[in-house]
């Protein structure tokens, strides 16, 4: 008889085993007393919880306080001179509704555009003033108060040779029907900013104390406190300050 068929006479399949079974692992002494031995996790007593999130606390305070310290300032901006780009309250020192800047001067080198807190040299000027830079050293300055406009010439060359350019400033708060107040500087014209020092001037251009003014003049940049990054309050206008160079 085949050996396929049963008893019947019927032909029957061959059984199947699981070829793919996975056969038992035997424990070995080492691995039953590192299961003995295992430390089970310590829970931590709610003082020591406490103790650790104080911990935590503590250290980012601490590097908060460092870093404005040694690399950012927060700074308010005060009176009207930046507007409309930056508001500084009613009150001639801010208020409630006064923009607040975060600022560095972490390898800061001035160019054009940037918008700066300086330290003016004069007792007149008891808390820094915020600014926006016009022009750096060697470039030369000129104006068109009639027109608002501001013409940069990159060197003393350039000048003599009539290669300057007009300033595209967006920022610039214009009062129609007036000209843009030449400060003390109208019958000093063109300007040479000196090796060091730049020219600055606020946004609202007729309602700003700045480089026009003889008491402050060309700004040293030993006296840049720092260039407005971002501005943090109000939070609706939450973002960077870019600057404008052109």
Same mark, same amino acid.
């Given at each position: $008889? ?26 070995? !002494? ?56 930056? +508001? /500084? /309250?009613?009150?001639?020192? /801010? ?6 800047? =975060? ?6 080198? #001035?160019?054009?555009?940037? =918008? ?6 004069? #007792? ?14 060697? !470039? ?19 000048? !003599? ?15 129609? /029907?007036? +000209? $843009? ?19 600055? $001037? ?15 003049? !060309? ?24 600057? +404008?160079?052109?």
């Amino acid at each position: $008889m085949n050996e396929n068929e049963n008893d019947t006479g019927e032909d029957t399949e061959p059984e199947e085993t699981d070829v793919f079974e996975t056969p038992e692992i035997e424990k070995t !002494q080492e691995m039953v007393d590192a299961e003995y031995f295992a430390p089970e996790a310590e829970k931590k007593s709610v003082p020591e919880e406490i103790f650790d999130w104080i911990e935590i606390f503590s250290s980012a305070l601490l590097t908060v306080i460092l870093l404005f310290t040694f690399i950012f300032r927060l700074v308010t901006v005060q009176g009207p001179s930046m507007e409309h780009t930056l +508001h /500084g /309250g009613e009150k001639a020192y /801010g208020d409630a509704t006064s923009d607040n800047l =975060i600022i560095s001067n972490l390898f800061y080198t #001035p160019k054009r555009g940037d =918008i700066v807190v300086i330290q003016v040299p004069n #007792p007149t000027f008891s808390t820094p003033i915020i600014k926006r830079v016009i022009a750096t050293e060697g !470039q030369v300055i000129d104006f068109d108060f009639e027109k608002w406009e501001v013409i940069i010439y990159e060197n003393e060359e350039a000048y !003599q040779n009539g290669n300057g350019r007009i300033l595209d400033e967006p920022y610039v708060n214009h009062e129609p /029907g007036r +000209h $843009m107040d030449s400060g003390s500087i109208g019958d000093s014209l063109p300007v040479v900013v000196e090796e060091g020092k730049i020219f600055v $001037m606020g946004d609202n251009r007729n309602h700003s104390s700045d480089s026009r003014d003889w008491r402050i003049g !060309q700004v040293d940049v030993r006296n840049i406190v720092g260039r407005a990054l971002l501005r943090v309050f109000p939070f609706n206008k939450f973002g960077a300050l870019n600057s +404008h160079d052109n």
